[in-house]
């Protein structure tokens, strides 16, 4: 489904992501584990179009991805950014109707933004809150429903475990899976590789801007290179 | 005397608003203060006279039209001055610098053209006054006053209830997760001078009716800007209130003190504020401003 051949990505003179070949396939769950400053959030920023590559291709459904991020929304692409990102001056209904920016559907956003509800109740009972008043894993939830409104065919999730309580990060990955099971492929990026190697169905490991490794999510849980670094065992 | 005294502030004070509201609009959204909203309110002034005395439209719609042409005006100024700069995220300060440069270019370009005349709009009204409790109130107050109140809650209904002005609220707090959603940022800032425009073109012609036409009176606007200041720029609620106040205190002085005195009064409302409020009375903090 998108398939990213030996890219490189520059900030000035630092050489942030370094000929990197990646490959999702459809209704997949894709990992990246590594550690801080290896190029994860750069990776996912390039493929959304927030970041300009320097070199290298990425394709989707065998298309060239487009330059600019609000084309590269339109087919479907969608990424839900490091640290949430989620409107503080907005409530919570409007943060969920910019999601679905792009779509012109009224009805069927009506619809979506139920399912969204029944998905997420508790931000049922923020509606009209503001963002900002959110607490962490309300803003995550948030994030996550936000790129949901957009019919994403593939969705990315940029560190989705980022500063929440444990109960509250195995909920977000519970959410994953059950997003996943409607269809939608995903990308997702984290720090808690335990986690993120748990519901893969495959993973990377990147170091540095390169691929170091790559397998079976399961299999790569009980790898022992990867226990020592990444697992904390 | 003090009825109309109150009324004629809150005439100028709502023109004031509206100034200050297009300042605001564009700071919110690019921080930085955009210096050649002064001469696009100068431009309105000479259009909206163009159509009121030259063609003899009626008033109402020299102000629509003019309203109109100011808006194009400003979405041209940000593509030909701005938009180079921003894609290569130029600081702030080149970018006030340029509206700088864009109104000094503007201003002589009028004098080049149409001349340094003072021009005074046609009478709209049968007369200029109505009595109330034995007070003479100034209609072209009433109507400006008016008017500005539809132009706030026509633009809070547009900013709150559409998708458009969701979006360029979502564009000021955070321009790159708007543009993650699919709103090209570069459509938001269109957008967003275009409503400035058209804030500058109603507040150009009341300006010019009020006073007189020529090709300085942009700098008038300083006095909006110090009602922005004075709200707190970036603020819309700001703006207004700011537009008020100041509004009000002016005609105050004039009147029991003295006209002349009425800047030396604006100027240290602002440095008092300034001292004491530095973010003004509404503001949001930010990191420079400028």
Redesign the interface.
């Known amino acids: 489904m998108l398939k990213i051949t030996d890219m490189n990505v520059f900030y000035g003179h630092i050489h942030a992501i370094q000929g990197i070949s990646i490959q999702v396939q459809k209704n997949e769950i894709v990992s990246i584990i590594g550690s801080n400053g290896a190029g994860k959030s750069t990776l996912l920023g390039s493929i959304?179009?927030?970041i300009k590559k320097t070199s290298g291709e990425i394709t989707f459904e065998d298309n060239q991805l487009p330059a600019?991020?609000?084309e590269i929304?339109?087919l479907g692409v969608?990424?839900v950014?490091e640290r949430r990102?989620?409107?503080?001056?907005?409530t919570v209904n409007?943060n969920l109707?910019?999601?679905a920016?792009?779509r012109n559907d009224n009805l069927e956003i009506e619809k979506d933004l139920e399912e969204i509800y029944r998905l997420f109740p508790i931000l049922k009972k923020r509606t009209k809150q503001y963002g900002g008043t959110l607490s962490g894993g309300e803003q995550q939830m948030l994030a996550i429903a936000?790129g949901l409104m957009?019919k994403p065919k593939f969705l990315m999730l940029d560190e989705p475990s980022l500063g929440l309580a444990p109960n509250l990060t195995e909920e977000v990955f519970l959410k994953i899976k059950e997003i996943n099971q409607i269809g939608i492929t995903i990308l997702l990026v984290e720090q808690n590789a335990f986690k993120a190697l748990e519901i893969a169905s495959r993973a990377y490991v990147l170091e540095n801007g390169r691929i170091t490794y790559s397998g079976i999510g399961t299999e790569m849980l009980d790898n022992p290179n990867i226990k020592n670094a990444y697992l904390g065992v | 005397m003090f009825l109309q005294t109150m009324v004629t502030g809150l005439g100028i004070g709502s023109i004031y608003a509206l100034m200050a509201m297009g300042y605001c609009l564009v700071f919110s959204i690019l921080n930085f203060s955009n210096f050649a909203h002064g001469a696009m309110i100068m431009l309105g002034a000479y259009v909206g006279f163009l159509f009121c005395s030259i063609i003899g439209l009626s008033f109402f719609w020299s102000l629509i039209l003019t309203a109109i042409i100011t808006g194009i005006l400003s979405i041209i100024n940000e593509r030909l001055a701005y938009r180079t700069l921003r894609e290569k995220s130029a600081p702030s300060l080149y970018l006030i610098i340029t509206a700088m440069g864009v109104s000094i270019i503007l201003e002589n370009l009028v004098y080049s053209t149409i001349g340094s005349n003072f021009y005074s709009y046609p009478k709209i009204f049968s007369r200029n006054y109505i009595e109330i409790f034995s007070s003479t109130i100034g209609l072209i107050d009433i109507y400006s006053f008016f008017v500005s109140i539809i132009c706030i809650i026509l633009l809070h209904l547009f900013l709150n209830y559409s998708?458009m002005g969701?979006?360029i609220?979502?564009g000021?707090?955070?321009p790159?997760?708007?543009?993650?959603?699919?709103?090209?940022f570069n459509v938001l800032i269109r957008n967003v001078f275009f409503l400035s425009g058209i804030f500058a073109g109603i507040a150009g012609v009341f300006m010019g009716f009020r006073y007189m036409v020529y090709p300085q009176m942009g700098w008038i606007t300083n006095k909006a800007y110090i009602a922005a200041v004075i709200g707190g720029l970036g603020s819309l609620p700001g703006a207004i209130i700011g537009g008020l106040i100041l509004g009000i205190i002016e005609t105050i002085v004039s009147v029991y003190i003295s006209s002349v005195v009425r800047d030396v009064f604006s100027f240290s409302l602002l440095i008092l504020i300034l001292l004491f409020k530095p973010l003004g009375l509404f503001g949001v903090k930010l990191e420079d401003k400028m």
């Open positions: 959304a179009g927030i600019h991020s609000y929304v339109k969608i990424l950014p990102r989620i409107f503080p001056n907005l409007e109707k910019m999601g920016y792009l936000r957009s | 998708k969701i979006a609220r979502a000021v707090s955070d790159v997760a708007a543009s993650l959603m699919g709103a090209n």
